[in-house]
């Protein structure tokens, strides 16, 4: 039977799980440069070992209030589409590993967070884990200015 990895971690009340083949690496909150006339959910941009990255507020992108980040924030980085970008959370828990079989298409039934951003339920026990697709956090549209922002910012470095 095949076993998938999920990294598990939780945004305000909510837990959610990302496959860990998207994941580059997991940081810890670090000083971000503040861009004028950005989204609200772009909290900045970070240079991680040389690489400019754009770093996305992952709880106010899924629409949730906004909360200092404490010890507990990190920084999930995933490759994007050939863009390597961050996420930030309130906390990242732990490493699962779950069974191909447990993992389910996301019912209709979820409401409050948008669905575009869900790939599947997880069935560990009697607890459910929400997973994101981290590739659908943007539209094509935001992607595309993200793109064009990237292009921006290392022409001004």
Avoid: C
Avoid at 21 to 27: D, G, K, P, Q, Y
Avoid at 55 to 81: C, H, P, T
């Amino acid at each position: 039977m095949a076993i998938r990895q999920y990294v598990k971690f939780s945004v305000g009340k909510e837990e959610f799980g990302v496959d860990i083949n998207l994941v580059r690496e997991i940081s810890k909150i670090q000083d971000m440069l503040k861009v004028p006339n950005t989204p609200p959910f772009i909290e900045g941009l970070l240079n991680l070992r040389g690489q400019v990255l754009t770093i996305f507020n992952l709880r106010k992108r899924l629409g949730m209030e906004d909360q200092a980040f404490d010890e507990n924030s990190k920084i999930i980085i995933v490759w994007y589409n050939d863009i390597q970008i961050g996420f930030t959370v309130d906390k990242v828990s732990e490493i699962i590993k779950v069974e191909e079989a447990n993992v389910e298409a996301t019912p209709p039934s979820i409401t409050g967070i948008d669905k575009r951003f869900l790939s599947g339920v997880i069935k560990s026990g009697e607890h459910l884990l929400l997973t994101l697709d981290l590739t659908k956090v943007l539209s094509t549209d935001e992607e595309a200015d993200l793109k064009q922002f990237i292009a921006d910012a290392k022409e001004n470095l």
